[in-house]
């Protein structure tokens, strides 16, 4: 199910500029393991040295927190619009 | 206490020194120099500012401090301020009053208030973040400043953006108090009201700030904006005759304040101007939204965000910015953390007011009820030495009071009508006139 996601100018630098992709992933972990696989170099400032997602990055689906959708368990819909915002201080979904 | 400062000192007092600082990760602590960012791009992690606190040891001194103006520019050395930097107007300074009525009520007896109900320009705690961060806005070339608020921050922005040239942009969401719109609109500044609430807000000025080469305060601008906020520990420091008092009482929104006025106090404390002690700190939160009252009670080091719904909307804040580190400097500390029903909102800002002629808004409401839940269960003893912190003034949000008294009819300008009046109003039976 395509869904589409807004990366941040913070990360463009590692994502050869694209700002927006599609992909086709059912939660959160998949979106992230595209991400990696999809830029390699994206990947140590997603996630920390165990491997976890950075506790300062939020995720919004149609501009909604994805903690308020079940996190983790939020199963992706067509055409969902997934923003990736650093967090100002907080965060952590 | 502490002498006053001199009246008539000058706000442009020629600076001795000032500490050198930079950004830094708070996690992987990498540098960043001095550049309007909030964030690390390593790690995404915040950045805080950091000083070289040996370049002005011999200079930050109680003398000097005191020979300066009465405002907040008295701290100049230890704030992340640029060179040359002329403050354009006086902020701070706000009194440190002796609740002993209050007290009484609470069953205490060391109770202070730092009354930042009377802060100036626009009578809230904010004006003190946006005068440091304004100062860094101008030093970075911004023309623009803006920021997401749930209002005191609008009034602050836009005052403080008047007085010193800039264009102010300020998102709000759109059930605010009218008085905080209005008290917005005043300085010219455009205020575009967001359907949502101020997380939702908060998120789009993130984005926009992406995209816009515009000085966010609480965004790219947030590390030198929050020292603002140090300057409140420095005065109740300075004011109780350079002691630090035994608790704090603090209202908790994005969580940034408690965690500065920790750092104040560690300054102090590093650069001998008090003695080193023990402090708790306590935090206060509206139950409607109380996310970081409800980790610490939880034993929880992370914040589960909330959806927000109290009348104390300046602490409205759901996924708070800070809110990691707040927790941090309350169960460090071996403090706690409050939350209070709406109804007892209403009922500490009556209780302040009647007790010590303080009007506060409706977060000064959640601080007084906080309070008084930390005497009586115990977790505040009753001989120790607190401060509540009053954050902002009640003139901004009467609306909470609506219901609360009653309108009387008139009555005519007439003795023999007023006597009969204070008759009906004392239950004493009416006189005759003759």
């Excluded at chain 2, 000097?64 to 050395?77: C, E, F, K, L, T």
């Excluded at chain 2, 005068?131 to 209002?151: D, H, I, N, R, Y």
């Excluded at chain 2, 209403?346 to 005497?375: H, N, S």
């Amino acid at each position: 199910m395509p869904i589409t996601v807004q990366i941040p100018s913070a990360l463009r630098r590692h994502t050869n500029g694209i700002a927006k992709m599609t992909c086709s992933v059912t939660d959160l972990n998949g979106l992230f393991s595209e991400l990696d696989a999809k830029f390699p170099e994206l990947k140590p400032h997603l996630r920390d040295e165990t491997g976890q997602i950075r506790r300062f990055l939020n995720v919004y689906v149609n501009e909604e927190d994805i903690r308020f959708l079940g996190g983790n368990n939020y199963a992706f819909q067509d055409g969902d619009e997934v923003l990736l915002v650093p967090s100002i201080a907080g965060g952590r979904f | 206490m502490a002498k006053s400062a001199r009246p008539g000192a000058r706000e442009t007092r020629k600076r001795v020194a000032m500490a050198s600082f930079e950004l830094r990760c708070r996690e992987c602590n990498k540098s960043w120099g001095n550049q309007p960012r909030s964030i690390c791009d390593d790690c995404f992690s915040p950045l805080e500012v950091f000083y070289d606190y040996d370049s002005v040891r011999s200079t930050f001194t109680r003398e000097r401090i005191a020979q300066g103006p009465p405002s907040m520019w008295r701290y100049s050395d230890l704030l992340p301020l640029p060179e040359n930097f002329k403050p354009a107007m006086p902020t701070g300074f706000t009194p440190l009053l002796n609740a002993p009525h209050l007290a009484e009520s609470l069953r205490g007896k060391n109770l202070f208030l730092k009354n930042d109900a009377v802060c100036l320009p626009t009578l809230s705690f904010k004006d003190r973040v946006v005068a440091v961060a304004l100062a860094q806005a101008k030093a970075f070339g911004f023309e623009v400043v803006s920021c997401s608020s749930t209002g005191n921050l609008a009034n602050a922005v836009a005052a403080h953006a008047a007085r010193n040239g800039f264009q102010a942009w300020i998102f709000i969401p759109s059930d605010l108090e009218p008085a905080k719109i209005v008290g917005t609109q005043v300085f010219g500044a455009k205020v575009v009201r967001i359907s949502g609430s101020y997380d939702q807000v908060n998120r789009l000025c993130s984005q926009i700030a992406d995209e816009h080469n515009w000085g966010f305060v609480n965004v790219n601008l947030r590390p030198y904006y929050a020292e603002g906020s140090k300057t409140v520990g420095y005065e109740i420091a300075e004011q109780m005759g350079w002691r630090l008092p035994d608790n704090v009482v603090v209202p908790m929104a994005g969580g940034s304040l408690i965690t500065k006025v920790k750092k104040a106090f560690g300054e102090l404390i590093e650069l001998g101007l008090v003695e080193d002690k023990p402090v708790k700190f306590f935090g206060a939160q509206a139950t409607g939204c109380s996310p970081i009252s409800t980790a610490v009670k939880a034993g929880n080091t992370e914040i589960e965000p909330q959806k927000p719904k109290t009348i104390a909307r300046s602490l409205a804040i759901g996924n708070p910015a800070d809110g990691h580190y707040a927790i941090k400097t309350i169960t460090g500390s071996g403090g706690w953390s409050e939350d209070v029903s709406d109804a007892e909102v209403v009922d500490g800002i009556q209780l302040l007011a009647t007790t010590e002629g303080v009007f506060t808004e409706t977060a000064g409401g959640v601080t007084v009820g906080c309070a008084r839940k930390l005497y009586a269960s115990g977790r505040i003893s009753p001989d120790e030495t607190t401060v509540l912190c009053i954050t902002g003034n009640g003139l901004k949000t009467t609306d909470a009071l609506t219901g609360k008294y009653e309108v009387e009819s008139p009555i005519a300008p007439k003795l023999a009508e007023f006597e009969a009046y204070l008759s009906r109003s004392l239950n004493l039976p009416e006189t005759v006139a003759v």
